[in-house]
Each structure stands twice: as C-alpha cells, then as structure tokens.
T-cell receptor, first 113, second 115 residues
C-alpha cells in the first residue's frame, strides 16, 4: 500500500534560518513519482517539484533544494535562508503511474521575522 | 493562461440538501481529479478522470457522492443528502498526460459547510 509520512506537524524558525522538511514514503512499485506542494494561507496548493523514481539527483531551485534517497525512501525538502513568505503548509505526495496522489499530513512552517 | 477554476468558492447548505460543485480544468489537460481537504482527514483523493477511460471512483466515501466530466472538460461533483461530515474544502486539479505521472495543478477549492 502507498503511504506518505511527514513526521513534523509544525516547525517554527526565525527568518534566515535553514529548515528541512522530512518526507518518508512507502510503495511496492518500482515506478513512482514524488511531489512537493506548498499551501500558503490563501489556501491554493502550489506545485513545487516532481521527481520520478529513476532520478535520484538532488535538485536546487533558488533557496529550495530537494534530497531524494531511495535507500531510505525519503524525499526531504530544504529551504535555505528562510523568509516570512515561506510560511505555509507543505505537503509531500506520492503517485504511481496512472494513479492518484497520496498526500502526507503536511508540515506547517512558520517563519518569524 | 488560465488555471483551474472552481465554483462556487463557498457554499453553505442545510443537512439533507443536494449540492453541485463545478470544476473547469486547464484547457487541454486530459486528467482531472477531485480531492477533499478537511481538518481531521488531511487531503483525500475522491475520483479522477483520464481522457475517455472509465473514472477511478475508489476514493468516493459513499454512494451519495458522484461526479461526471462532460466533453472531456468541465466536471461536476455532486453530493446528495449532505451530512455535516461532508463539510470540507473540495479541491479540483488537472494534469497534462498520464494521471499520476505529471504534476497536478489545483484550483482554489470550494469550501462546503453543511449546517
């Protein structure tokens, strides 16, 4: 069965601190896709990144970086030099081919000025 | 270009009434999904449509829920005889290509309150 676990329910940091959001997944398929979404206070889910199971290269986009490790079934998300605008709920999600998204419970990130 | 749109943005209804929620996906997207977000349950999958294939209804919580997608575009989620536990934000998403393989773009949601 598919499952996504985001063990951190809430994280609070001070602006400019680095923060890592953890995501652990379970699947029996060899082909699958991992995603991160951001849900700011406005409520709309914003796509951040997609990774397929065959691509373990880490990715960096500005202050955001993602670390995908199949050996530990983890897909962690790091924000460097956090800003107040990063405050949001972040969801990790998993899908198999021709399937729906299975979401983790989300991590609420609060960045204080 | 236009994103996914949903209407109404808010809906308050009395227990026992039927409601219809509408979703307009991104033009050209072949896959369309409905999810529900509530405090106790997080983000739950309800149903998805992929092109002309039969929809995957495996997430619908009861037979009071149904959805259709007309002409491969607009979708309507219908909840019959609403119950208080149906109160949630209903999110629609669409994607280009095989369901699951591509990122899904979400609409702003419809907040349903059943009194």
């Amino acid at each position: 069965a598919q499952k996504v676990t985001q063990a951190q329910t809430e994280i609070s940091v001070v602006e400019k601190e680095d923060v890592t959001l953890d995501c652990v997944y379970e699947t029996r398929d060899t082909t699958y896709y991992l995603f991160w979404y951001k849900q700011p206070p406005s409520g709309e889910l914003v796509f951040l990144i997609r990774r397929n199971s065959f691509d373990e290269q880490n990715e960096i986009s500005g202050r955001y970086s993602w670390n995908f490790q199949k050996s530990t079934s983890s897909f962690n998300f790091t924000i460097t030099a956090s800003q107040v605008v990063d405050s949001a709920v972040y969801f990790c999600a998993l899908s198999e081919v021709i399937s729906k998204l299975i979401f983790g419970q989300g991590t609420t990130l609060q960045v204080k000025p | 270009g236009a994103g996914v749109s949903q209407s109404p943005s808010n809906k308050v209804t009395e227990k026992g009434k039927d409601v219809e929620l509408r979703c307009d996906p991104i033009s050209g997207h072949t896959a369309l999904y409905w999810y529900r977000q509530s405090l106790g349950q997080g983000l739950e999958f309800l149903i998805y449509f992929q092109g002309n294939s039969a929809p995957d209804k495996s997430g619908l919580p009861s037979d009071r829920f149904s959805a259709e997608r007309t002409g491969g575009s607009v979708s309507t989620l219908t909840i019959q005889r609403t119950q208080q536990e149906d109160s949630a934000v209903y999110l629609c998403a669409s994607s280009d290509g095989l369901a699951g393989s591509y990122e899904q773009y979400f609409g702003p949601g419809t907040r349903l309150t059943v009194t």
